[in-house]
């Protein structure tokens, strides 16, 4: 089962990813910017670069923390450091978002690597325990 969630996810994040460099745009403002610690967990990168926007599509206006579909993971501060540094509070931005979902919307469309690869890791490791199980049996 989770060998299938996992393959399933890395399949969502590699279309949505692909597809979100085709999503128009819309102007938006960075109204916070920062770098959070994570709690140290073994291969989990412990820097984010936590960066909230604010956007308007049509007469309504979203708000949203989502870079790209990677996560925002690092395992150097200097690197979540060096992402921060690119969206200052009160900066102007480019946001893409969904047109069939304005609440979902990303600074930096396309991507989406990270996810990919943990998400069909997960898969497959889930596909072969889960292989291995039902042949132990």
Same mark, same amino acid.
């Given at each position: 089962?989770? $060998?299938? =969630? $996992?393959?399933? *996810? @890395? !399949?969502?994040? %590699? %279309?949505?990813?692909?597809?979100?460099?085709?999503?128009?745009?819309?102007? $938006? !403002? =960075?109204?916070?910017?920062?770098?959070?610690?994570?709690?140290?967990?073994?291969?989990? &990168?412990?820097? +984010?670069?936590?960066?909230?926007?604010?956007?308007?599509?049509?007469?309504? %206006?979203?708000?949203?923390? @989502?870079? #790209?579909?990677?996560? *925002? *993971?690092?395992?150097? %501060?200097?690197?979540? +450091?060096?992402?921060?540094?690119?969206?200052? =509070?009160?900066? +102007?931005?480019?946001?893409?978002? #969904?047109?069939?979902? &304005?609440? =979902?919307? !990303?600074?930096? &469309? /396309?991507?989406? *690597? #990270?996810?990919?690869?943990?998400?069909? /890791?997960?898969?497959?490791?889930?596909?072969?325990?889960?292989?291995?199980?039902?042949?132990?049996?």
């Amino acid at each position: 089962f989770v $060998g299938v =969630v $996992g393959l399933f *996810g @890395a !399949v969502y994040f %590699r %279309r949505i990813s692909r597809r979100s460099q085709k999503w128009p745009t819309t102007e $938006g !403002v =960075v109204t916070a910017s920062r770098v959070a610690e994570m709690p140290r967990i073994r291969y989990v &990168p412990p820097y +984010q670069a936590r960066v909230s926007y604010r956007y308007s599509v049509g007469k309504r %206006r979203y708000i949203s923390t @989502a870079l #790209n579909f990677d996560g *925002g *993971g690092y395992f150097s %501060r200097s690197e979540a +450091q060096r992402v921060v540094d690119r969206y200052p =509070v009160g900066k +102007q931005v480019t946001v893409y978002y #969904n047109p069939g979902d &304005p609440t =979902v919307a !990303v600074l930096e &469309p /396309g991507g989406g *690597g #990270n996810s990919f690869a943990l998400s069909a /890791g997960i898969g497959v490791l889930g596909l072969v325990m889960g292989l291995w199980v039902w042949w132990s049996f």
